[in-house]
């Protein structure tokens, strides 16, 4: 179920830049929904509204402004953005002129039907308008509406305001291509276009200058990025150059999009983490072919042992989709079946979910609610069997952690992630954020690692030496818990 992650307390921010003296500054609130691409976005519109004067907090009570950057993936949860709205709206009931804006994938994959069911929605604005969303706050006549999609439009120069940790979330191509029939994506995000280099490796020192030891860039075909003559593998490299950078990961690759610039920078770079999230969908050709993925599984297994061979010990990780139209039950165990010969570290699973707009909407669906949800289950039960098995795997091995904060439970730890992207959890007091520690495995769960401290950071990746263990969960906030 997604969440809304980022509720920035309103101190992250800094006192906004020309306001004039005694002027209330005006104040925002925005939730965010969907994948990490949603997130940095808000990370952008949190960046441009400060240097309007906007204030972020974190109550919805408190706000001019009520934003919500929302996920048209699946329908559930397009439904749970409406039903949030719905709550919303008592905040602008109860002080007039309140103002509720509808951003991201729902508002360009919506948009009629977002006025038929919520009418009093001031602004609907997509992926490609947050450049106007100051001026749209001004106000206008309701509701304001921006929700083309712009083939240019990388906001290569707008700062973003990063969320606390010693990660940061960078986008470095937008869009997607690939048309993939069941998906949305290409419809609410437009066409693929990338970042300049440059531009991404400045955001890159920036974040190293607030503190960060960590990047993860991110496109919905993050490795299709290209520009200039420059693969994804040669930015790659040119982030590994990036003094400050500890680690480097990116989510989520596309296996069509794998070339050997990027195996050989994920084999030859010691900053580039040894984890790869390769989305499969299925590992029934049929289905793969109706999907239109654009390969079928012997070239995916094989890309995947070329990846092993190279980078010994990485960690994989997968999407799959139960229940596509067509799929009976002998592709289904197709899926059972590789999910078993690959022992993928973790993996989300979903259930298809049919999407307006998209070409598999047109098709009928042939697997039942009940029957997607049975093996949606049998998938779930035997990748929590293999991600325990992969965990406990750890156990007595030493690892690397960057310690992100205190850990729920228990109490006295920090997390962290592994350079495998593993989480860890170890006792901690007096650990801060940001340190990377050495610690020794003793025990595991299906999505915990328990370690000590072996010894504590500010020890370089390159002075611990890449540790023999490695990677998991690419930080993902659409709903989609990693198994
Ligand atoms: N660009 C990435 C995936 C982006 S969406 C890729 O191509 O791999 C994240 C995941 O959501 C997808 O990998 C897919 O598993 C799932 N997903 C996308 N559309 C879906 C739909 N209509 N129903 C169910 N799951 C879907
Ligand atoms: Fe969607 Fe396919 Fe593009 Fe991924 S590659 S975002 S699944 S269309
Ligand atoms: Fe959702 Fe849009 Fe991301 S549909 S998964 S927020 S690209």
Redesign the pocket.
Known sequence: MASPVDELPGSALATPAGEPPGAAPRRVFLETYGCQMNVADSELVRGLLAREGWVVVPDPAEADAILVNTCAIRENAEERVLGRFTQLLQHKQARPGVQLGLLGCVATHQRERLLERAPWIDLIVGPDGYRDLPVLLRGGTDPRIEVRLDRDETYADLAPDLAPGPRAFLTVMRG?D???TF?V??FTRGRERSLPAEAVLEQVRSAVGEGKREVVLLG??VNAWRHDGLDFGDLLRRVARVPGVERIRFTSP?PSDVGESMIDAMAGEEKVMPWLHLPLQSASDAVLAAMQRGYGLDEYRRLLERIRARVPGIAVSTDVIVGFPGEGEVDFEATESFLREVRYDFAYLFKYSAREGTRAWKIEETVDEAEKGRRLERLIALQEAISLERHREQVGREVEVLVEGPSKRPPGHVHGKTRDFKTAVLPGDGIEPGALVLARVEDATAHTLLAVPAATAGLGASALGRSKSEPRDPGRSDGATPR
């Open positions: 997607c690939k048309f993939c998906c994506v290409p919905q075909t596309h």
